[in-house]
């Protein structure tokens, strides 16, 4: 099973700072998935990246896709409380012909007002 | 609108029981999950499903089963649930682009919070 460590694993900052958030593997993945979870929730998906090198941007986050397709970083800028949440990414991999997505460990992020 | 649901939102079980853990998704998906969470191990695949009556492993099947017997509706079965298993169980779907592709978006249910005294 591939592992996916994400940094930090627990983040509280200011209204109006900026972070950064990291998910981190070993392996190689043929895309990238950003997931955000709310309280009570399930996961919602943000974004996928899929070249390496690759930057998309949602309003104030912007997610990047390694040169090298193993590592991915979230960064929020001017946080705000509804940014709160808990943070996953996912890779996509082929297992024995079929593609799968494993999740990595979660940041849980908390934005004080 | 996109719908996952689970049949309870909370469930206490006791050590020996067997536990039923109901999904139904109303967007016509091909493929559905069914993932444990629990803090700083992110989300675990115990099983999958990419058609009627079909189930695959996941990294984490032990000491579960599944069942779909109908496209809409994945069941997920603790034969006897053990402490162990407390834990968040989340269903998810999707739909398919490629056969053998599981990594399209996934839609998740509100989570199951399961604890077993």
């Known amino acids: 099973t591939q592992l996916l460590e994400q940094s930090p694993q627990f983040l509280s900052i200011q209204e109006g700072e900026n972070l950064t958030v990291y998910c981190n593997s070993s392996?190689?993945?043929?895309?990238l998935q950003w997931y955000r979870q709310e309280p009570g929730e399930g996961p919602v998906l943000l974004v996928t990246v899929v070249t390496g090198g690759e930057v998309k941007k949602l309003k104030r986050l912007t997610f990047q896709f390694g040169d090298a397709r193993k590592d991915s970083s979230l960064h929020i800028t001017a946080a705000q409380p509804g940014d709160t949440g808990l943070y996953l990414c996912a890779g996509a991999a082929y297992y024995f012909g079929n593609e799968k997505l494993t999740f990595g460990t979660g940041t849980r992020l908390t934005i004080i007002p | 609108d996109v719908k996952v649901t689970q049949s309870s939102r909370y469930l206490v079980k006791r050590t020996g029981e067997k536990v039923f853990l109901e999904c139904v998704q109303d967007m016509d998906h091909e493929n559905m999950f069914w993932y444990r969470q629990d803090p700083g191990l992110g989300l675990r695949l115990i099983y999958f499903?990419?058609?009627?009556?079909?189930?695959e492993k996941g990294d984490i099947p032990e000491g579960y089963s599944v069942s779909r017997e109908k496209k809409e509706r994945f069941s997920l079965i603790l034969e006897s649930a053990s402490t162990n298993q407390t834990s968040m169980y989340l269903c998810?779907?999707?739909?398919?682009?490629?056969?053998?592709?599981?990594?399209?978006?996934?839609?998740f249910g509100p989570g199951t919070r399961l604890t077993v005294l």
């Open positions: 998810a779907s999707s739909f398919v682009r490629l056969a053998g592709a599981f990594t399209d978006t996934q839609y």
């Open positions: 392996s190689v993945f043929s895309s």
């Open positions: 499903s990419y058609d009627v009556k079909m189930k």
